[in-house]
């Protein structure tokens, strides 16, 4: 299945240009979806739900990558090299979290780190350690605001 976009290709930046081009929210997702090619079906099957409208952001980004993201520790959904899977994955979270757009800062705080902390004892535990610095210093912010433990 081809994954159905309102961006034209060519207008994309390359994963290594994300923090140097104005971007728009929905282009993340067709950079998210670069970075972490192991997404792609499960996008797939999100847009075919949501046609002929293509699925929010907050959906992309919690509902999908957050929650591929949680699977890695917490379901043994382990791809073949899943160390280079989360290093990916975290490389664009914090190439988000150092782009000046309040929106992509939202993302980054609202759908992807609220879905990763906070919702079991582990977490700060399991994914602390793969933030880059502007992603974490969004997470410390985040967990005192929340209370979540950091150990």
């Avoid at 099957?45 to 591929?68: C, G």
């Avoid at 090299?81 to 980054?108: G, H, T, Y």
């Avoid at 609202?110 to 969004?138: A, C, H, Y």
């Amino acid at each position: 299945m081809q994954i159905e976009t309102e961006i034209v290709a060519n207008e994309f930046v390359t994963i290594s240009e994300i923090t140097t081009k104005a971007m728009t929210p929905k282009e993340s997702t067709e950079l998210l979806l670069r970075a972490v090619p192991e997404l792609t079906p499960l996008y797939e099957k999100e847009v075919i739900k949501w046609r002929p409208d293509l699925p929010p952001l907050d959906i992309v980004y919690s509902s999908i990558f957050a929650k591929f993201i949680r699977n890695l520790f917490e379901e043994g959904e382990f791809y073949a090299d899943e160390n280079i899977v989360l290093k990916n994955a975290f490389d664009f979270v914090e190439k988000l979290a150092l782009r000046p757009e309040f929106e992509l800062q939202c993302l980054v705080e609202v759908s992807i780190l609220e879905s990763l902390l906070g919702q079991t004892r582990n977490d700060w535990k399991n994914f602390s350690p793969l933030f880059g610095p502007k992603t974490m210093e969004l997470a410390s912010d985040l967990a005192d605001r929340m209370g979540i433990r950091k150990e």
